[in-house]
């Protein structure tokens, strides 16, 4: 075990710096049609785990199919301050996890970006002890990780927080957690990704109950099998994990993220424009494709991993948001854009985060009516939303409001573009390329 200072902070490389895109808005020129194909990038969620995962293996990884955000590149500081060296070459990532210099994850840092603590479970099998700052909460709930500090004392570590620092430390059992059952409360995705990957080098058998399904989970599963990890029932509620002595260096493709993937199937629906996307994996869409078909819009399969978008007449229907495989609540600001254009009374419930309803003030703004009781948003459709300066509150409230805009009667300009970009892969250029008119603009 070591115990050195905390890395400065380290700058993120010339390739991958962005200018600061706090200011920054998009204007956009709503009511034009779109037409065309998109590439759909990387699962962000899969690759925020996966960067984390990397750290399970003394040795080399490379990460192909990786997209360019400002979420990657603060979690690749984040690695950068543990010691590991990145090189990044175009959508790849090559990471050199042979030197972790300390167990100490800096405040800063995780401070920014909830996944960062993720590197919490690895650190501590690698090295006996981790020591990573409370994420804190965030716009779109409190956001805790009780979940994942139970787990991992279920598994034999001794875990406190002290100062709003979680400590974690293996104590005796040579320096490895114990294979455990662990039944989560919840199926929370960030904690059973915790728990797998400290599951991998434990000593004995972890069962994990009631864990998250989401595909995101079951790419790291594959990418921790990639390494040597003994896994099976990723994707389902129960996930079992054999621990291994060590891993070894891998060479994985991430899985095309379906969150993106929806928010284009909606751009088609909102627009009534017919696009097509690939790569997807359809059935990691299946819930959003449902919803968008009881819309009105009717998805068809061109291909084995590319669907196409037939738009038809918008008509209401009611969402909740649950656990994989119901309705994911990153898809639920863009359905409800596309609601206020349905026609008929909708009503979206909203399960998983208790504050995921900010972007309904900026709809509002635009000409939705859209009245919110608890967690529930009563949508009566309108005829036609008109653009105006609305204000992007949280990532995939945002997209909603690009959504609303390319729908919009007239210019809707979105500020706060920093948090697109923490999850869409140059949004603008892709819209451009289907025959948006969006700009870009600096105050
Ligand atoms: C992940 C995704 C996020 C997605 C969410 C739900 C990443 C990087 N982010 O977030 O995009 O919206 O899954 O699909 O993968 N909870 C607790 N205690 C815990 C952990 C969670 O109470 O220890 C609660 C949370 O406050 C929330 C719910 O469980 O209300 C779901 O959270 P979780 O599934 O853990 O989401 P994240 O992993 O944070």
Redesign the pocket.
């Known amino acids: 075990m070591e115990n050195k200072a905390i890395n400065p902070l380290i700058s993120p490389k010339p390739s991958e710096a962005k200018p600061d895109t706090e200011l920054e808005s998009l204007r956009i020129w709503g009511k034009h049609p779109l037409s065309g194909h998109v590439h759909i990038s990387g699962a ?2 899969s690759v ?2 996966i960067m984390a995962g990397a750290l399970l293996c003394p040795q080399h990884c490379r990460l192909r199919n990786v997209p360019s955000l400002a979420d990657i590149a603060k979690m690749r500081q984040v690695l950068e301050a543990l010691g590991v060296k990145i090189e990044r070459h175009n959508d790849t990532l090559e990471l050199d996890t042979s030197h972790l210099s300390t167990s100490k994850a800096p405040y800063d840092l995780v401070s920014q970006l ?2 960062s603590f993720f590197v919490t479970g690895p650190l501590l099998t690698r090295l006996g002890t981790a020591r990573v700052p409370l994420p804190g909460g965030c716009a ?10 139970r787990g991992l004392q279920a598994m034999g570590a001794e875990v406190h927080i002290e100062h709003g620092i979680v400590h974690a430390d293996i104590r005796g059992s040579g320096g490895r957690l114990k294979g455990a059952k662990i039944y989560l409360d ?6 059973t ?1 915790t728990l797998l990957m400290a599951a991998t080098l434990a000593d004995g058998e972890t069962i994990i109950e009631n864990a ?1 399904q ?1 595909p ?1 989970v079951e790419d790291l599963a594959n990418f921790c099998r990639a390494m040597g990890a003994k896994i099976r029932g990723a994707g389902t509620n129960t996930i079992t994990i054999v621990g291994v002595p060590n891993l070894h260096s891998v060479d994985y493709g991430i899985i095309p993220d379906r ?1 993106e993937a929806g928010t284009f199937l909606v751009a088609g629906a909102i627009t009534h424009s017919e696009i097509s996307i690939s790569p997807v994996i359809p059935e990691h869409l299946t819930p959003v494709i449902a919803k968008l078909k009881d819309i009105g819009s009717e998805i068809v399969l061109d291909g084995p991993n590319r669907l196409r978008i037939i738009p038809g007449e918008l008509r209401a229907t009611d969402i909740e948001t649950l ?2 495989p119901g309705f ?3 898809m639920q600001a863009q359905l409800m854009a596309l609601l206020t254009l349905a026609e008929g009374n909708s009503v979206v419930t909203e399960t ?3 504050n995921r309803m900010r972007h309904v003030a900026e709809l509002v703004r635009m000409g939705a009516d859209i009245r919110i009781k608890g967690q529930n948003a009563i949508i009566r459709g309108v005829s036609h939303l008109s653009g105006a300066p609305v204000l992007a509150t949280d990532l995939r409230a945002s997209a909603a409001l690009v959504l609303a805009g390319l729908a919009a009667e007239g210019e809707t300009l979105v500020q706060g573009l920093h948090h697109l970009d923490r999850g869409y892969d140059d949004l603008e250029t892709k819209l451009k390329g289907l025959g948006a008119k969006v700009q870009r603009v600096s105050p």
């Open positions: 962000k969620n925020l785990a909830r996944a779109i709930g409190a956001r805790p990780v009780d979940l994942h500090v919840y199926p929370s995705v960030g904690a990704e998250a989401e995101e969150i656990p994989y994911p609540t990153d998983v985060f208790e």
